[in-house]
């Protein structure tokens, strides 16, 4: 910071700005990601210092990024197997969504929750969650439906802990000023904790769009199934990685779509929130 050198005019403070925050957003992402890529190409076409087996060259990535595109836009098998992973990824989305939103409920709102259902949740969410892919396979099968069961399982957790939080986001004054108005718990609920508590909900719900993601693939990776999570076993038993990559690349825009998905929810219904959102989303 430095202050006004003038000793007549009262002191004003100017915050320095870095150098490097003052690049635009745009310029910054493209910037790193030709950074990113040069390296890359050095490390695998132009010196070998990494075996293409392990790391394919950006040149045999972009390859079969075009053979994956191509394949989806023709409406070919790959397609099918997006649709396949979509559809888990949305089930397994609404599903973790309804639980995590009713756990967390219960935990913000009772005793009971809090002090009985809240450890039980803790101890599960500790759990590696893998390791539950075979038992849900067993249960339910391997259809879609076991892969949906898992990526809820994983996606669940985030929503009850933020919604839990959220609850507790009204301030003392506010909740007393309900309760001298003679609001019933429910009213205090639906009008004050609930819309107070929805940016904290909504931050969940974001976590929980990332994880959903790693949940669906890691079932169609263990668990058979026709979608892209079987594609990607199937290239990677045959040490195809230039097509491994290509599969998580169009995967990430999956994921990507769900979060911003619920990002653009976020701003129509907490228009009001104007507190900064670290990267400019959500």
Do not use: C
């Amino acid at each position: 910071m430095t202050a006004n050198p003038d000793p007549n005019v009262d002191t004003v403070w100017v915050e320095k700005v870095a150098l490097i925050d003052q690049i635009p957003r745009w310029a910054a992402m493209l910037g790193l990601a030709v950074i990113v890529i040069a390296i890359w190409e050095l490390a695998t076409a132009r010196m070998g210092w990494v075996s293409p087996i392990i790391l394919p060259s950006p040149g045999e990535t972009l390859d079969d990024l075009i053979f994956v595109g191509k394949n989806l836009l023709s409406g070919g098998y790959m397609l099918e197997a997006l649709w396949t992973t979509t559809r888990t990824v949305f089930w397994a989305f609404v599903i973790a969504a309804g639980i995590g939103f009713s756990l967390g409920v219960l935990v913000g709102e009772t005793k009971f929750g809090e002090r009985a259902v809240m450890p039980y949740l803790v101890a599960i969410d500790t759990m590696p969650k893998v390791a539950f892919a075979p038992l849900f396979i067993a249960w339910l099968g391997f259809d879609i439906a076991s892969k949906v069961a898992l990526a809820a399982f994983i996606a669940t957790f985030p929503i009850v802990v933020s919604t839990a939080a959220g609850l507790y986001a009204a301030s003392e004054n506010e909740r007393m000023l309900f309760k001298s108005m003679g609001a019933s718990r429910l009213q205090t609920l639906f009008r004050l904790k609930l819309p107070t508590g929805l940016p904290h909900i909504f931050t969940g719900l974001k976590i929980a769009a990332v994880g959903v993601m790693a949940g669906a693939i890691t079932g169609e990776f263990l668990g058979g199934g026709q979608g892209f999570g079987a594609l990607i076993r199937q290239s990677a038993s045959q040490m195809d990685t230039p097509r491994v990559f290509a599969l998580i690349l169009y995967l990430s825009l999956l994921g990507l779509a769900l979060f911003f998905a619920v990002a653009w929810l976020q701003k129509r219904l907490v228009f009001w929130n104007k507190a900064d959102r670290p990267g400019g989303v959500g």
